[in-house]
């Protein structure tokens, strides 16, 4: 089998033989294969496309290509979330307690965030004692115990992936549906998940600018799951402005425990119950979504959502009584509002740039050898379809630095008030299962 032949073949319209794709995964991981012809394969997938059976025996080469997470000796059904990413996005946090504390076992690996804020983990560390460097054991341990724990990414998971991004990152081929799809995927099953639910993002602060490519995603990413034995949903959900209120690592803590509490913002509360009952129904702990749905409302009503939330916290050696007062999580040294310059309507919050202006007050990190300032960040207090008076505070800064005319400056550019009322945009676009 040569290399060539397989590149001519994709660039030809032809499909690919899962023999063919394997030989490629394996030749390209342990440098056979060089960069150059690995490139033109690349391309031509972009050019050329995949099927639905390319595009699963893609995602299994890679899963194959390094170690695989065994979670067989966690009770129930692992159903891992993934979120394509965006701005304010705090559902982790509040989705982990909400689905454990219905007996749905949550092993989730995370990562550190690179961008607007921190992943998972950083926002969790914002919590003092709080820490993820726990051994297989006690994470197995302690996801039978409790039905929940979280862990950082460790071993070497789908080797071929690390490579074929950093790849697709100089080849302008990060933007080809069956090698995003692949590359998500092969993550997912590789980390041991039985079941996957997905949240794929649209608007200015997402990957997938357009719901049309969101769509394309997610129904390609659904046929990948249910191709390789993984029971998989995907919602499309909207990021033109940022989720919930909180930008920022220790803010978003604060959110995560007002939602738990029943009182966090609207749409970081349906999303949450919208993903969470897909998670509860593929666990298979609900007839149906609908049974889900009252089971998640039940357990944030009576407070079992909380309760899970400090009993997670302190397995991890985190200070539980931050659940009851916030005030003990990070703190910045400065907090400014930023009034509305205008009577109107919001008619516009672009998520990306708001976080921007997050990640230059420290929130978030440019490289990943970048310092994360925990207590910083922004807290709407306005979404697009609000009513403003001139005056009012849009927002509040928390920082550390005293010259934040940049940021404040920024904030104002992207944000625009309508004399006209704006009606709100629908939060989810559309639910995608088998």
């Not at 060539?4 to 394996?26: C, G």
């Not at 394969?41 to 390094?66: C, H, K, P, W």
């Not at 990152?169 to 549906?177: C, L, M, Q």
């Not at 970048?370 to 979404?383: P, Q, T, Y």
């Given at each position: 089998?040569?290399?060539?032949?397989?590149?001519?073949?994709?660039?030809?319209?032809?499909?690919?033989?899962?023999?063919?794709?394997?030989?490629?995964?394996?030749?390209?991981?342990?440098?056979?294969?060089?960069?150059?012809?690995?490139?033109?394969?690349?391309?031509?997938?972009?050019?050329?496309?995949?099927?639905?059976?390319?595009?699963?025996?893609?995602?299994?080469?890679?899963?194959?290509?390094?170690?695989?997470?065994?979670?067989?000796?966690?009770?129930?059904?692992?159903?891992?979330?993934?979120?394509?990413?965006?701005?304010?996005?705090?559902?982790?946090?509040?989705?982990?307690?909400?689905?454990?504390?219905?007996?749905?076992?949550?092993?989730?690996?995370?990562?550190?965030?690179?961008?607007?804020?921190?992943?998972?983990?950083?926002?969790?560390?914002?919590?003092?004692?709080?820490?993820?460097?726990?051994?297989?054991?006690?994470?197995?341990?302690?996801?039978?115990?409790n039905k929940i724990a979280v862990v950082g990414q460790s071993g070497n998971l789908t080797p071929a992936d690390k490579k074929l991004y950093a790849l697709r990152d100089v080849t302008a081929t990060v933007n080809s549906i069956p090698l995003i799809a692949s590359s998500i995927m092969s993550k997912k099953i590789a980390a041991g998940a039985d079941a996957i639910v997905l949240d794929v993002k649209t608007g200015a602060g997402a990957f997938m600018k357009t719901i049309q490519d969101a769509e394309e995603l997610a129904r390609a990413m659904v046929q990948i799951g249910n191709k390789v034995g993984r029971e998989t949903?995907?919602?499309?959900?909207?990021?033109?402005?940022?989720?919930?209120?909180?930008?920022?690592?220790?803010?978003?803590?604060?959110?995560?425990?007002?939602?738990?509490?029943?009182?966090?913002?609207?749409?970081?509360?349906?999303?949450?119950?919208?993903?969470?009952?897909?998670?509860?129904?593929?666990?298979?702990?609900?007839?149906?979504?609908?049974?889900?749905?009252?089971?998640?409302?039940?357990?944030?009503?009576?407070?079992?959502?909380?309760?899970?939330?400090?009993?997670?916290?302190?397995?991890?050696?985190?200070?539980?009584?931050?659940?009851?007062?916030?005030?003990?999580?990070?703190?910045?040294?400065?907090?400014?509002?930023?009034?509305?310059?205008?009577?109107?309507?919001?008619?516009?919050?672009?998520?990306?740039?708001?976080?921007?202006?997050?990640?230059?007050?420290?929130?978030?990190?440019?490289?990943?050898?970048?310092?994360?300032?925990?207590?910083?960040?922004?807290?709407?207090?306005?979404?697009?379809?609000?009513?403003?008076?001139?005056?009012?505070?849009?927002?509040?800064?928390?920082?550390?630095?005293?010259?934040?005319?940049?940021?404040?400056?920024?904030?104002?550019?992207?944000?625009?008030?309508?004399?006209?009322?704006?009606?709100?945009?629908?939060?989810?676009?559309?639910?995608?299962?088998?």
């Amino acid at each position: 089998m040569r290399m060539v032949d397989i590149i001519e073949k994709k660039r030809n319209r032809q499909e690919l033989t899962t023999e063919e794709i394997n030989f490629f995964i394996k030749g390209y991981t342990d440098g056979t294969i060089p960069d150059y012809q690995a490139s033109a394969l690349l391309m031509a997938i972009y050019f050329q496309n995949m099927n639905d059976r390319e595009r699963a025996d893609l995602t299994m080469a890679m899963v194959e290509s390094g170690d695989k997470i065994n979670l067989s000796k966690i009770n129930g059904i692992k159903v891992d979330k993934h979120s394509t990413g965006g701005v304010g996005d705090t559902t982790t946090l509040v989705l982990g307690p909400l689905v454990a504390a219905v007996g749905v076992p949550v092993a989730k690996m995370s990562g550190r965030g690179l961008g607007h804020t921190g992943g998972t983990i950083d926002k969790l560390e914002s919590i003092t004692g709080f820490h993820v460097e726990i051994s297989t054991e006690e994470f197995i341990k302690l996801v039978n115990e409790n039905k929940i724990a979280v862990v950082g990414q460790s071993g070497n998971l789908t080797p071929a992936d690390k490579k074929l991004y950093a790849l697709r990152d100089v080849t302008a081929t990060v933007n080809s549906i069956p090698l995003i799809a692949s590359s998500i995927m092969s993550k997912k099953i590789a980390a041991g998940a039985d079941a996957i639910v997905l949240d794929v993002k649209t608007g200015a602060g997402a990957f997938m600018k357009t719901i049309q490519d969101a769509e394309e995603l997610a129904r390609a990413m659904v046929q990948i799951g249910n191709k390789v034995g993984r029971e998989t949903m995907a919602i499309i959900s909207d990021m033109s402005q940022p989720l919930g209120y909180a930008i920022g690592n220790s803010l978003e803590v604060k959110e995560a425990i007002d939602t738990l509490k029943g009182h966090g913002p609207k749409d970081l509360t349906e999303l949450c119950l919208t993903l969470g009952s897909q998670m509860v129904y593929l666990s298979k702990q609900a007839k149906t979504i609908d049974d889900a749905r009252k089971m998640l409302e039940e357990v944030i009503t009576n407070g079992k959502a909380l309760d899970k939330f400090k009993q997670f916290i302190a397995s991890q050696g985190g200070d539980p009584s931050i659940v009851d007062d916030p005030e003990k999580l990070p703190k910045a040294n400065y907090v400014v509002e930023l009034p509305a310059q205008q009577t109107g309507w919001i008619e516009e919050i672009v998520a990306d740039e708001i976080g921007t202006a997050a990640m230059i007050l420290g929130a978030g990190r440019l490289t990943k050898e970048s310092m994360i300032d925990l207590a910083v960040g922004i807290v709407l207090h306005k979404k697009v379809g609000d009513k403003v008076e001139k005056g009012d505070s849009l927002l509040t800064i928390h920082a550390n630095k005293e010259n934040i005319e940049e940021v404040k400056t920024l904030l104002y550019n992207n944000i625009k008030i309508s004399p006209n009322e704006i009606t709100q945009p629908p939060l989810i676009h559309e639910i995608i299962g088998e």
